[in-house]
Nanobody, 124 residues
Framework: QVQLVESGGGSVQPGGSLRVSCTASGYIFSDKCMGWFRQAPGKEREGVASISANGAYVDYVDSVKGRFTISRDNAKNTVVLQMDPLKPEDSAMYYC?????????????????WGQGTQVTVSA
């Protein structure tokens, strides 16, 4: 079955950086797009970044453009979200997700499987 394991979250001061990773198994990783979503307490889940199956196309929510970078290594079945610089409003649980197709937008309905999440906290 499909499994997604996130890692790399933590606590950091504003202006700092974090790198969250997601390792996938149970399907052909290079066939599917991947996405990162986040959810803060009391807020709806938000799409943060997506990457096409071959890694050639990426998309970001406006609030993270220029600060976050999504990448993938199809040989290692891994997708990474590099976050720098971080702001307090970036604090949330971050989830990786497997898309239904080779390209997917930042919409929940375009994803089939979800990880358990990793917490990112940005505070002074």
């Amino acid at each position: 079955q499909v499994q997604l394991v996130e890692s790399g979250g933590g606590s950091v001061q504003p202006g700092g950086s974090l790198r969250v990773s997601c390792t996938a198994s149970g399907y052909i990783f290079s066939d599917k797009c991947m996405g990162w979503f986040r959810q803060a307490p009391g807020k709806e889940r938000e799409g943060v970044a997506s990457i096409s199956a071959n890694g050639a196309y990426v998309d970001y929510v406006d609030s993270v453009k220029g600060r976050f970078t999504i990448s993938r290594d199809n040989a290692k079945n891994t997708v990474v979200l590099q976050m720098d610089p971080l702001k307090p409003e970036d604090s949330a649980m971050y989830y990786c997700a497997v898309g239904k197709n080779s390209w997917c937008y930042l919409d929940d309905s375009e994803y089939d499987y979800w990880g358990q999440g990793t917490q990112v906290t940005v505070s002074a």
